[in-house]
C-alpha cells in the first residue's frame, strides 16, 4: 500500500513528535511486531509495511523500532527520519557500522556518527568512516591520525575515497616512514 502524499513535517513539528515519543505521550499507533526484536515472518514484507506509514508513525518507528524496522527507515528519502534512527537507544555498534560502511548513507548521517563518542571509540567505524567517500572531509581527514599504518597505507592507495582524504593519508605514511628512518 504506497504511502499517500502529505505535506513533510517542518523540523519543529518533527521534534514535538519526538519529545511526544520519548514521554510515552504520543497517540501513533504502530504495528508491535515492527518495534519488538523477535524476528517474526512479516506478512505483507516490512519494507512494504513501512512504506505506507505516514510521516508521524516513521518518526516514531525510527525512535522505538526494531532492528529490521531500523534497516528499512536508514534509507528512507526523509532526511529527519534517518536522523532520528540513529537516535534509536536500541541501535547497536554493529548496525552503525553497516551504516558507516553503506556508500549511499549521506553525509550528514555519517556526520552525526562522527559526534557520538560510543561509537567512535570502535576502530572500525572510524575506519569505514574514513573510507567511505561521501564522509565529510575534516570528519574523515581528522579520523586518519587514529588509524593504523596499514590501513592508511590502503587508504592512501585507494580509488574509491575523496581525493583530500587520500593526499592525507599519503602526507601521515610519508611522516611515519620519516619518523620509523629516525631512530
Do not use: C
Not at 17 to 43: F, P, Y
Not at 128 to 145: E, V, Y
Not at 162 to 168: I, L, N, P
Amino acid at each position: 500500500m504506497p504511502r499517500t502524499t502529505e505535506r513533510e513535517p517542518t523540523v519543529q513539528e518533527a521534534d514535538a513528535i519526538v519529545e511526544a515519543v520519548e514521554q510515552g505521550t504520543d497517540q501513533i499507533a504502530l504495528a508491535r511486531d515492527m518495534q519488538t526484536e523477535a524476528e517474526i515472518e512479516h506478512d505483507p514484507p516490512l519494507p512494504v509495511k513501512i512504506q505506507g506509514l505516514a510521516v508521524p508513525q516513521r518518526i516514531k518507528l525510527a525512535l522505538t523500532g526494531n532492528r529490521g524496522a531500523r534497516a528499512v527507515l536508514i534509507r528512507d528519502q526523509n532526511k529527519l527520519i534517518r536522523h532520528y534512527v540513529l537516535r534509536n537507544p536500541r541501535l547497536t555498534e554493529d548496525e552503525v557500522l553497516i551504516m558507516a560502511k553503506d556508500k549511499n548513507i549521506d553525509e550528514e548521517s555519517l556526520r552525526f556518527i562522527t559526534v557520538r563518542r560510543e561509537w567512535m571509540k570502535a576502530y572500525q567505524i572510524r575506519l569505514a568512516i574514513a573510507q567511505n567517500p561521501r564522509a565529510p572531509i575534516p570528519q574523515a581527514i581528522h579520523l586518519l591520525s587514529t588509524l593504523f599504518k596499514r590501513d592508511l597505507e590502503r587508504i592512501a592507495k585507494s580509488r574509491d575515497v575523496t581525493q583530500a582524504v587520500v593526499v592525507h593519508a599519503r602526507k601521515l605514511v610519508i611522516q611515519a616512514r620519516e619518523r620509523g628512518q629516525s631512530r
